[in-house]
């Protein structure tokens, strides 16, 4: 490794992770990187800061689903090249496994990095993260329903392996769909502290692909509206409330078992301790809600404003009690509050783990901001989303919100070292 | 200021400023909010934190300019509305001010907040701030050419007091200009080290505008490409080089007063102690670019990549020497690289202090990211961008980037508590 390693698109067709197969436990060391060990990584950032924070690419499960959710997020959906093969998908996967297992450590793409290898070529990594810790970035892959047949072609000999769980997501009553945000074969989910991080690595993984996949639509979040750790304070979305309080958290093994992981008794084996992801771009028509009276509001959520407690009483983090109700008879809650609808109470017991963001897009030509929630859901099967939406098309918040974009994948389970994600499906 | 504060579009008309009046000392402290008097304010941010940093609003230069570079962007360009009147620009501006003193000092965008006031009324705030620091929060405020005269016609008695130095910029060699991403009669830079609060700060600023001005256009930016304090490091821009090297730093007083604030004895005294903004939403061509040899790359910006240090050699600090030759007689930097045409040396001396962003907005359908730099640049006259990018017409870096929007706007000076920003146009 001490070589120049070419380009990426010279760089995808040898197959890197081939390249690798000298090195002892995986991830090798160039001369210009750090040590990549196991979990252990030695690298110039600083990693007893927050910015430090390194998470191990490698394990049962991929990073970036239960990891503290990360202040920012860079997602991009591609679609394979008309032209593209099976092997042309295997290697794919393998140089992302590769490249991504490298960045989340805090270092460059390749060993040659931004400004090594020849100075007569291209460097293999585009240099903006250049001297950035990791900033806890994670990044998440996913396979899309098309990616297994597409107009009846299974053109990567993997249609018969499709998990019976990947459904297309049925269309839900005010869904508003465009193509340009809704779809896709494959999908990378980055996450990190730090924007220029989770860009870096869409960046470069785009630049991976290139000629082999390239990007359908991508999305930039600027807040996450969820936590996965009891630590995180419940942030607030654009309409001003709390978000994720109720959210699956890390630690709760049994209710990650339920609810998010593909179970190894699964039909589709390769998916065992993998997820469904379900990407949903939702547009908050932010002026009109700013005019809601606080009171309706708060009704249409069914918490308060100022602590996100329940309208039925409490704190926070106390249950919300439907049955209670008011001097007028009336439920506290109202039966068509959003969390109500979506409470697992009335769903038969039916839970997901969210982690979305927000993002602002620019504005309309009318002067209102294009901005709204890019929802990202996990869980175990996606018929989990579809009970919880289409117990959603009556709430009340439906008249401020619009689905424009939505995207299912396949999450296979994490990689083990010298292997790729994905492997299991080709296996 | 007990008393509830009605919502924006009520509360501009009464204008909220002159509600303060019987309040001491500008600021009042409103029941929901923490005290401010003059720069020390009482939050329950975390102000021994870097995201608790608190900026004072109020001075002699508005904040926002030479302030240390904050991580995030959100700026928006207006356009008052068709009907607007004299007394609803000032009125807006006002509000505006109040507005901004208040948030950039950690506060509800009224004294009732975003759960205060009737709960039968939309709150003043839209609370997707609550809870969060001020984070190093600076809203800066500009006045577009064509505020002062739009088709000849003089809307707002304030033609005759157009400064001289306010041109509208020429159409240099190679812009590519979209009316959506250019001009203005009113622009806000809000900058923070919590983009959700930069957002919170536009929205709320765009909502009290309601009926008298809208957004034009927006940008949101993630990551600095400049720096105006030596303790920051220099940050790199999307072609994965260090940007603003060179920058004129706060502690320089004298390249202040020399480069970027309008002199006492300009002919509109107004905006003496005020400065003005140039904003440029220049595309990057970042996957032709990463495309491109290392020593290209270098040749074209004139410094090497790793260190930022010129080729003619030294450190990044180093001053370019462009006489020095190689062994073939050549000039170690390229005459027509980025570092050398936009230096002072060929320049008759000119500066501008530079504060731009990176930015990403999905991407193209052919799959490439829609990334550049949104280049914000702030000068006594933007006579000193002109000259500056006429002589960048032969840029080795214009093959690589589109600049599609551009804008330029006279920044008042800082308001004294009591007053307004641009109060001095009006006197």
Not at 117 to 142: H, K, N, Q
Not at 270 to 277: K, N, P, R
Not at 337 to 344: F, G, I, N, Q
Not at 348 to 377: E, Q
Request: charged share 20%; glycine share 12%.
């Amino acid at each position: 490794m001490s070589e120049h390693v070419s380009p990426p698109a010279g760089l995808s067709r040898r197959g890197l992770l081939g390249l690798l197969g000298a090195g002892a436990g995986g991830i090798v060391v160039g001369a210009a990187g750090g040590a990549v060990v196991g979990t252990t990584v030695a690298t110039a950032a600083d990693s007893g800061s927050a910015a430090g924070t390194v998470h191990p690419f490698f394990g049962a499960h991929q990073a970036g689903i239960t990891t503290p959710v990360q202040d920012h997020l860079h997602f991009a959906a591609f679609d394979m090249a008309d032209d593209a093969t099976r092997e042309d998908l295997i290697s794919l996967l393998q140089d992302w496994t590769y490249a991504a297992a490298r960045m989340t450590q805090g270092l460059d793409v390749s060993a040659s990095g931004a400004v090594g290898g020849r100075p007569e070529a291209p460097p293999d990594d585009t240099g903006e993260a250049l001297g950035l810790p990791a900033s806890a970035l994670t990044i998440t892959f996913g396979l899309g329903p098309d990616l297994f047949e597409r107009d009846g072609v299974d053109r990567f000999g993997i249609a018969a392996r499709r998990p019976a769980d990947l459904i297309v997501l049925p269309k839900f009553l005010g869904d508003d769909l465009v193509p340009a945000a809704s779809g896709g074969q494959l999908c990378i989910q980055a996450c990190a502290d730090d924007p220029q991080v989770a860009v870096h690595a869409i960046r470069n993984l785009s630049r991976i692909g290139f000629g082999r996949a390239k990007i359908r639509w991508s999305q930039l979040g600027f807040g996450r509206t969820s936590k996965t750790s009891a630590a995180q304070a419940t942030p607030r979305n654009l309409f001003g409330f709390k978000d994720g309080t109720a959210n699956i958290l890390a630690d709760d093994t049994a209710g990650l078992d339920e609810h998010v992981w593909v179970p190894a008794s699964g039909a589709a084996g390769w998916m065992a301790g993998g997820s469904y992801l379900v990407a949903r771009r939702i547009s908050q028509l932010i002026e009109t809600w700013d005019r809601v009276r606080l009171v309706e509001q708060e009704r249409i959520v069914g918490r308060d404003k100022a602590q996100g407690a329940p309208l039925s009483g409490g704190d926070e983090f106390t249950a919300p009690d439907f049955s209670k109700t008011d001097a007028t008879g009336a439920t506290s809650i109202d039966a068509r509050s959003h969390v109500h609808l979506a409470h697992p109470d009335v769903n038969g017991g039916t839970r997901i783990l969210r982690r979305g963001y927000n993002f602002v897009d620019g504005n309309s030509v009318l002067g209102s901001l294009d901005a709204g929630l890019f929802f990202l859901s996990y869980q175990r099967s996606p018929e989990q989303f579809v009970r919880i939406q289409k117990k959603l098309s009556t709430d009340a918040m439906n008249e401020y919100v619009r689905h424009v974009g939505s995207a299912v994948f396949a999450v296979p389970p994490g990689a083990t070292e010298g292997s790729y994600v994905g492997a299991g499906l080709f296996a």
